[in-house]
T-cell receptor, first 113, second 116 residues
């Protein structure tokens, strides 16, 4: 199984809502990532987890809160987002330390109204 | 600063034709280079990956080349199909050892449109 799954596929939320994005992989990868991608732009790294511990936070605003409850799951909790946070949110996983072998999920299309 | 530049930004070709996409990088220390295909609204899918010592890698109708001396890579698509319409992203990994994270540097992508 070389698949990374993400739910939901689409999410529309208001600026006062609290929602969560979920990501799952069963490849035994011990590194997991969150990226944000705006239209016609490359993905931008947000967070990196290695062995379920947050190892990189690319100065992401606190309204985005990641969580890695176990080695297969990665969540991104959203609260008080802004319209400019609307984007495609991609999850990826990789073996560690082969962090270049990243497998991407299909993404969650987030719209903040 | 590590950078990856791709050209052209966009390309339109007719079905059945060949095309070549370019990638220039300044990433140090270089670890490997990967080409991804990304359909609109979907996650990137890896096409090829090459290390410093490899200069050609094929995956079906996709052939990637790497010149580590000039820091250039190309992706050649043969006998294009309508389903090849997508964004093609060149991604270069900086070398890292031990428990360090080798950060990926993404190019801006080339948007390929294949017309019937």
């Amino acid at each position: 199984d070389t698949e990374v799954t993400q739910t939901p596929k689409h999410l529309v939320m208001g600026m006062t809502n609290k929602k969560s994005l979920k990501c799952e992989q069963h490849m035994g990868h011990r590194a997991m990532y969150w990226y944000k991608q705006k239209a016609k732009k490359p993905p931008e790294l947000m967070f990196v987890y290695s062995y379920e511990k947050l190892s990189i936070n690319e100065s992401v605003p606190s309204r985005f809160s990641p969580e890695c409850p176990n080695s297969s799951l990665l969540n991104l909790h959203l609260h008080a987002l802004q319209p400019e946070d609307s984007a495609l949110y991609l999850c990826a996983s990789s073996p560690f330390p082969k962090t270049y072998e990243q497998y991407f999920g299909p993404g969650t299309r987030l719209t903040v109204t | 600063k590590n950078q990856v530049e791709q050209s052209p930004q966009s390309l339109i070709i007719l079905e059945g034709k060949n095309c070549t996409l370019q990638c220039n990088y300044t990433v140090s220390p270089f670890s490997n280079l990967r080409w991804y295909k990304q359909d609109t609204g979907r996650g990137p899918v890896s096409l090829t990956i090459m290390t410093f010592s490899e200069n050609t890698k094929s995956n079906g109708r996709y052939t990637a080349t790497l010149d580590a001396d000039t820091k250039q890579s190309s992706l050649h698509i043969t006998a294009s199909q309508l389903s090849d319409s997508a964004s093609y992203i060149c991604v270069v990994s900086a070398g890292a050892g031990g428990t360090s994270y080798g950060k990926l540097t993404f190019g801006q992508g080339t948007i390929l449109t294949v017309h019937p």
